[in-house]
């Protein structure tokens, strides 16, 4: 069929390249909503009375693709911040534990990162710090409370066993793709047709917004990409494939 009447009701699946070294960076099969736009700017030149519009001027010839996604890998974080991903990570942890019989002695579950440890009272949370010593994962109270009496702990926690950790500096940018994308669209005849689309040049932009909420729907980030040209002037392929 030739110039078939269609339409769309699926989601593109998104292969992004690293479009200065050409290999697959992300398999972007998890997204819920894909749009894209094109954009273009026109300009005239006007002239007689009622000053109509004479000729018409095109240019700045550009798009976005937008993502819409529930799902969520920290490869895609990478893409959105360019941000680099690394093994270990630092945070600030806090437990509850009972003082030994002596009233003085507390072991932590970790060993605490030098000159990180906080302790409060059970009932004086981030109030008045009790002094201590710290040796290994052994925090001895300079003052003895009561025997088996709790306390709060606030250290700072190391780990480098199954971590991803993206750091975002100042300094950090997206890096630019290739985004091969394929969908489906359905004809008025009931067929099926495979649609294809190369956007040539994308720049994710910098803006993520991570949502966490204990009601309603899962949380969702939306990703955009400003398309650009290549060094051919190509912006954007739109495929439909007749089988």
């Known amino acids: 069929m030739s110039n078939p009447n269609m339409t769309n009701r699926e989601v593109c699946d998104l292969i992004f390249v690293d479009y200065s070294t050409k290999k697959p960076f992300l398999n972007l099969d998890f997204a819920n909503v894909s749009t894209t736009e094109l954009t273009g700017e026109s300009v005239f030149a006007y002239g007689g009375k009622g000053h109509p519009k004479r000729v018409q001027f095109s240019g700045e010839r550009g798009g976005t693709i937008t993502i819409e996604t529930q799902i969520q890998t920290v490869k895609l974080w990478q893409l959105i911040t360019g941000g680099e991903i690394s093994k270990s990570a630092k945070f600030v942890t806090r437990t509850e534990a009972v003082v030994d019989d002596a009233g003085t002695s507390v072991t932590l579950a970790d060993t605490p990162v030098a000159g990180s440890v906080v302790v409060y009272a059970y009932g004086d949370d981030c109030g008045t710090e009790l002094a201590c010593t710290v040796a290994g994962k052994e925090v001895t109270l300079t003052t003895a409370l009561s025997a088996k009496e709790k306390v709060i702990v606030y250290y700072m926690k190391e780990v480098s066993t199954g971590v991803q950790r993206i750091n975002v500096k100042s300094t950090s940018f997206p890096k ?17 047709l495979p649609y294809k689309l190369t956007a040539y040049k994308v720049a994710p932009q910098s803006n993520m917004s991570l949502s966490f909420s204990n009601t309603g729907d899962p949380g969702s980030i939306t990703i955009t990409c400003d398309l650009m040209a290549d060094g051919d002037d190509n912006i954007l392929d739109m495929v439909l494939i007749e089988e």
């Open 176 to 192: 630019n793709f290739i985004v091969y994308g394929d969908t489906i669209m359905k004809t008025e005849d009931d067929e099926i």
